[in-house]
């Protein structure tokens, strides 16, 4: 298998194969990502619908996958804390007695494959997708995963990767693999 592509995101930079393509001073997450998501005039208007786990694997995935076909691209991702920034959110909503009001346009969040779910429906992925929950980055166990699913034959590439947030505190390391 050969890495083709690599887009981390940390401290208010996405950088694309060592090349930093988009900074900002901001500190706040989603002020970063609404600044991102314009910047590089993405146009995918259920972006400002998303959880911010969501955003964080498509801003990153968007660097990889642009808009070529990736119908035959499988995804693998994992992260630490699953779904949990949106979890509590959601848990707010049903815990405050003056603004009882849980939202289903939250829960939809509250499972972290969804994020891989978004990235599937925008670039109409029809392989295999996964998303694991590890203590830590696991590069060698996302690899061996992802050879399994190029040698099956389900799918040509698979974009692999790290997206974990938590709060303010967010990381992205996601990369392409090719047979």
Not at 23 to 39: C, L
Not at 134 to 148: G, H, I, K, M, V
Request: glycine share 2%; with cysteine; aromatic share 14%.
């Amino acid at each position: 298998m050969k890495k083709t592509d690599i887009c981390t995101i940390q401290n208010s930079k996405i950088i694309l194969n060592n090349e930093a393509i988009f900074e900002t001073p901001t500190e706040n997450f989603s002020d970063f990502a609404k600044e991102a998501y314009k910047s590089l005039e993405l146009n995918y208007p259920k972006f400002h619908k998303m959880d911010n786990l969501s955003k964080l694997a498509f801003l990153a995935s968007e660097m990889i996958l642009k808009d070529e076909d990736h119908s035959r691209t499988a995804l693998v991702f994992a992260n630490r804390s699953s779904s949990l920034d949106t979890d509590f959110k959601y848990q707010e909503s049903i815990n405050s007695q003056e603004n009882y009001f849980p939202s289903p346009a939250v829960f939809v969040y509250t499972l972290p494959n969804i994020c891989v779910g978004e990235i599937s429906i925008k670039h109409k992925m029809q392989t295999e997708n996964a998303f694991f929950v590890l203590d830590e980055f696991d590069e060698e166990f996302l690899n061996n995963y992802s050879e399994q699913i190029l040698q099956s034959g389900k799918a040509e590439k698979v974009l692999c990767g790290w997206v974990e947030l938590y709060q303010e505190s967010y990381n992205a390391f996601v990369y392409l693999l090719n047979k």
